[in-house]
Each structure stands twice: as C-alpha cells, then as structure tokens.
C-alpha cells in the first residue's frame, strides 16, 4: 500500500510536469499564432534541445559553477539573515535598528542592487558580483519569517526555557528551531526560488563566464530561442531538487526535538 504522504508527493510531481507542459504548450501555440516560431519554438523543438544540451559537457560545467556561487551566497546569507532574525525576534531594539536595512535590501529592484555592486568592485572583476548581490537580495527574506516566527512563539514556552536556562546555542538549536520550523522551512523555500532567479540574472549582466547567465546571453546574442527555454526548463528542474532541502531540515529539526524531549523524559 502507498502511503497518504507518497501518494499525495506523486500527484504534485505529476502536475507539476503537467503545469509545464502546458507553459510550454503555450509558447508553442503563441508561436503558431503569430507565425513567429523563432521566438515561439514548438514543444518538440524545445525538448530536443534541451535533451541535446544535457548530452554536452559544458552544460554541466555552468550548472555546476552557477550552482556552487549559489550554495556560498545561500550559505553566507542563512548565516547572516537567519543569525539576524534570531537577534530581532528575541531583541526589540535589534529589530528597530535593523528594520530600514532590511527593508531597503528587499524592496530595492535586483538590477540596481547589481549595479551598484558592480560599480564597487576593483579593476572590474565581476567574478563575484552574482554572490554578494544574490547574497544581500536573500537576507531580508530569510530574516523576516525568523524574526516574526519568534515572536509569534507562545510565551509559556519561552517562560520554561526561562526558568531552567540562560539564552543560548542550545536552546536556539533545541527549542526555539523546531517551533518556528514552519517559518524557517517557508523562508528556505522563498529564498531559494529568489536567490537562482538574482544569481542567473546577475550572471547575465555582469557577464561571468562559464555561468548560466553566460549560456543565457550566448543563447539570446546566437538567436537560439529554443536554447533559452530549454535553459529555462533545466532552472526550473534544478530549483525543484534544491527545495527539498527545507524538508531535510525539518526532519533534522524534529530528530533533535524528538532526541530531547527523550532526555527529558529519562531525567
């Protein structure tokens, strides 16, 4: 027998797929209809080139460059904006003093966020430019959730911890995680979806080569419309993979939160 939770997996996945095919359906017929199939390629166009450019080398090669400056900016932004929002949502003073930041980081439009940091850099070595743009773009929108899911926490448990310890490392990780893991696993999930779409985007102005936003660029300079929706589909495909991350997570969370009230019980 198939369980609720696979079952109910297995009928996502499947109109997920559905959905698109139907975008892509839809690029199709806006193709026919205007009689432009350069720009509109047909579904099979589409497929063919994106199984053809998952048969080259370098295809993977920019997934894995793209990738990889995508982990350090996730990384360097969790650190900060998670670290952040634990402060805020346990400090008042922290959380007004940090709250223009955060709103300027996350209401400012990507590109002059881009801009700005390109015109920073010396000798205009863009290298790095879609980590600490992708970065920055990231940290308001893990922040947020963490700082409001904190001080949404029912106040009896935060009188517990209270009574029997200091704030601290083992608190945060053993308490406070776990009850805002809804928050935390939403904020991943968000800041994922934002943070590959700011990475590429970047790549694709500041030029970083051997990138996605490269091939993107080369794809639109070349007139390979076809290249660009495939390149689009594999985007799609690579966001979906990573978004499993908040669910490892949350199981590591509830292990922990198992593991203690264990402890608790045996003491």
């Known amino acids: 027998m198939i369980s609720t939770t696979t079952s109910k997996k297995i009928k996502n996945l499947i109109l997920f797929v559905a959905g698109i095919l139907l975008f892509i359906i839809i690029i199709s017929l806006i193709g026919i209809i205007k009689d432009n199939k350069v720009v509109f390629p047909s579904v099979f166009e589409i497929f063919d080139t994106f199984f053809g450019l998952l048969k080259k080398g370098d295809t993977y090669k920019y997934i894995g460059i793209t990738l990889l400056d995508f982990i350090i900016a996730f990384i360097a932004s969790s650190i900060l904006g998670i670290g952040l929002g634990i402060l805020s949502g346990f400090n008042d003073v922290s959380r007004g003093i940090l709250k223009p930041f955060m709103i300027i980081a996350r209401s400012m439009p990507m590109v002059i966020i881009i801009v700005i940091i390109m015109l920073t850099v010396p000798n205009n070595n863009y290298r790095y430019v879609p980590i600490v743009s992708t970065a920055i773009a990231m940290i308001p929108i893990l922040y947020e959730p963490i700082s409001e899911g904190i001080r949404r926490i029912d106040k009896s448990y935060n009188?517990?911890?209270?009574?029997?310890?200091?704030?601290?490392?083992?608190?945060?990780?053993?308490?406070?995680?776990?009850?805002?893991?809804?928050?935390?696993?939403?904020?991943?999930?968000?800041?994922?979806g934002l943070g590959i779409k700011m990475i590429v985007t970047t790549e694709f102005i500041a030029g970083v080569r051997n990138t996605m936003g490269t091939a993107?660029?080369?794809?639109?300079?070349?007139?390979?419309?076809?290249?660009?929706?495939?390149?689009a589909l594999i985007l799609v495909i690579l966001v979906v993979v990573i978004e499993f991350i908040p669910d490892l997570i949350i199981i590591v969370l509830k292990k922990i939160k198992e593991k203690q009230q264990k402890s608790a019980h045996l003491s």
Request: charged fraction near 15%.
């Open 159 to 192: 009188d517990v911890w209270r009574l029997n310890s200091k704030l601290n490392l083992r608190v945060i990780f053993n308490v406070t995680l776990p009850l805002i893991g809804g928050y935390l696993k939403q904020a991943i999930i968000t800041a994922i």
């Open 216 to 231: 993107i660029f080369n794809s639109k300079t070349l007139v390979e419309y076809s290249e660009i929706y495939a390149y």
